[in-house]
């Protein structure tokens, strides 16, 4: 995001927006207006930059364009990385034409064992008694396929010198990555903000160093549904004729959206967590629930793969055994799927200990297509992941982790798993504590996976693990607003609460949701994943790239739809919170290519 206005003599708008696809060839394209607020055109000559740069580079791809004025230069200075391992910069007068200027950073320049530097943001150096007068924030990959954010800093904005250490590293709450680092200032407090794998845009405060200092507070949780995905990152934050935008991307790892949100002090909104006086509705289920206190299943159950009668009810809980064998062999309880939105939690006690122990939810259509929600052990040790199994291949992506959740290292026996559906996708949530969900995976197409039937399961891969029970407290369908209302009118209605979602499913009040990436695949349970299967594939990194189609039948019009509601986000600051306000994605489609 660049205010044109202020520095250029005849721009196209007030405001430009530089973006691109990640995948090849990507290219850097820009889109204008006079507000923030929109409508956005798209500039006819995009890309304006290209894979290849004659006499200078030629690429696979070019991407994650950042944008700073030089006063010195008195010049538009664009970075952006080709390939993944370095880092460039060029220049121009206008914003659109640009001069080559050469290699700003590389994996071999800031070391550390690092395979990708990428995702740069350039900013004066707030405390330039360091002897700096301008910094970079940027993602860097490993050796050991962890991404974090390094720091560079330079005198002139050309040469820059990589700082040893790290300004942000993931933690069991943001999962395996951050990305798409930026810095920001508000109310005289400077935070660094980067996406994640579990979606969540976070803000760390700064020290005078520039690196990240105490717990990451939530500022931007997305919903679960397209078009969100349950993934936002890369945020750029500009106040401006007395309103604050934040741009940012969202959806999918490589296929995400341009989005623009706006600050709502008096709004608040979690669309993950939407029941937080009873998030496990232990006041008021809705019909079908079971709390198995009984001394066998409802005959409205289903059991599937029983031969060997692996399954029991026994001191309030349905527990099973853990078969040898893939879950087209494992014992799966199971009821019909509900027709429209609907939503289930269950509360698990596990132990998982070897490969390929894996215990949860799941979703059912045959023993080639299916998906699971399951509390694991394989690659990385103890994982809950969203898999979906289409046409016997799962989708797992096991480079950037966007199906798996890795638990923190307190994690006791206990965990509480969730499918919700908003009647055309199902997305997977997890709670470690009983009280927060969190998104697990990614959205999947209700119809693609036309599952008939929703249950438990539990196995464990290969004879050579141990057997392992897995204890299901429950089993509770979200209640609908109807349920609700009569729970509330005898008594049992938690508190007076004021957002159920749609009644049958999370949400806003209007759409259900929220969801999240990352993880390495117990595959079909019967053979450890080699970290090449589907999802995406070394050389794509973690986060903020964009890919945005060019504007409908040339018109120019970028094509401005709503997302289906406010969209607020919280960032808990001195003198209370700070909320952002969704107001819809600035571009829907993505760039198709010749």
């Given at each position: 995001m660049f205010h044109a206005g202020e520095h250029l003599d005849d721009p196209l708008g007030e405001w430009y927006v530089y973006y691109a696809p990640h995948d090849a060839p990507g290219g850097i394209n820009v889109m204008y207006a006079d507000s923030l607020d929109g409508p956005w055109t798209h500039y006819e000559g995009n890309p304006i930059v290209k894979s290849t740069w004659d006499g200078h580079y030629d690429v696979s791809h070019v991407s994650s364009p950042d944008v700073a004025w030089n006063d010195d230069a008195g010049e538009v200075f664009l970075y952006f990385h080709g390939e993944n391992n370095t880092d460039r910069y060029a220049t121009s007068a206008d914003g659109l034409s640009f001069d080559y200027g050469g290699v700003v950073m590389t994996t071999q320049q800031f070391g550390q064992n690092a395979t990708e530097t990428s995702y740069n943001r350039v900013f004066e150096n707030p405390?330039?008694?360091n002897g700096w007068e301008y910094a970079m924030y940027f993602m860097v990959n490993d050796t050991s396929n962890v991404r974090r954010i390094g720091l560079a800093y330079s005198h002139d904005m050309i040469s820059w010198e990589a700082q040893p250490g790290w300004v942000v590293e993931p933690t069991a709450v943001e999962g395996a990555n951050v990305a798409g680092p930026e810095l920001w200032e508000w109310n005289g407090t400077y935070y660094v903000l980067y996406g994640s794998s579990v979606g969540?845009?976070?803000?760390?405060?700064?020290?005078?160093?520039?690196?990240?200092?105490?717990?990451?507070?939530p500022l931007y949780i997305p919903s679960p549904f397209p078009p969100e995905d349950g993934r936002a990152s890369s945020p750029q934050i500009v106040t401006a004729d007395g309103k604050t935008h934040m741009i940012f991307e969202a959806g999918g790892r490589l296929g995400a959206t341009v989005h623009h949100a706006t600050l709502d002090p008096d709004g608040h909104r979690d669309p993950v967590n939407t029941h937080p006086d009873d998030p496990l509705f232990a006041q008021c289920s809705g019909a079908g629930s079971d709390e198995f206190d009984g001394d066998a299943l409802e005959t409205r159950w289903t059991v599937l793969h029983d031969d060997e009668g692996r399954q029991r009810l026994e001191d309030g809980a349905l527990v099973l055994t853990s078969p040898a064998t893939s879950i087209n062999g494992a014992t799966i309880p199971n009821?019909?799927?509900?027709?429209?939105?609907?939503e289930v939690t269950t509360e698990i006690e596990y132990a998982p200990t070897a490969k390929y122990h894996q215990a949860g939810l799941t979703l059912y259509s045959d023993d080639l297509n299916n998906a699971k929600l399951v509390w694991s052990f394989a690659n990385g040790g103890i994982r809950f992941d969203f898999t979906w199994k289409r046409d016997g291949k799962d989708r797992f992506d096991s480079w950037a982790w966007e199906d798996t959740l890795f638990p923190p290292a307190d994690l006791g026996s206990t965990a509480w798993l969730r499918l919700s559906s908003n009647g055309e996708y199902i997305v997977a949530a997890l709670s470690t504590d009983g009280t927060t969900f969190t998104t697990v995976g990614r959205p999947i197409p209700a119809a693609d996976l036309a599952a008939d039937s929703i249950g438990v399961t539990a196995f464990r891969g290969v004879a050579s693990a141990?057997?392992?029970?897995?204890?299901?407290?429950?089993?509770r369908f979200t209640p609908s607003e109807a349920e609700l209302a009569d729970c509330a009118s005898d008594g049992t209605a938690p508190g007076d609460d004021t957002d159920p979602g749609n009644g049958t499913a999370p949400g806003d009040g209007t759409n259900p949701g929220d969801d999240v990436d990352d993880g390495a695949t117990p595959g079909d349970g019967t053979a450890p994943d080699d970290g090449t299967g589907p999802g995406a594939t070394p050389g794509d990194d973690d986060a903020s790239d964009t890919d945005v189609d060019p504007a409908p039948n040339g018109s120019g019009d970028s094509g401005l739809a709503a997302t289906g509601g406010e969209v607020p986000l919280a960032l808990p600051v001195v003198g209370g919170l700070l909320l952002l306000t969704g107001a819809g994605a600035l571009v829907l489609r993505r760039l198709r290519r010749s």
């Open positions: 405390f330039p008694e969540t845009i976070f803000a760390k405060q700064v020290d005078r160093d520039l690196r990240g200092i105490g717990d990451p507070i009821l019909p799927v509900p027709d429209g939105a609907w141990p057997d392992a029970e897995a204890r299901f407290n429950w089993f």
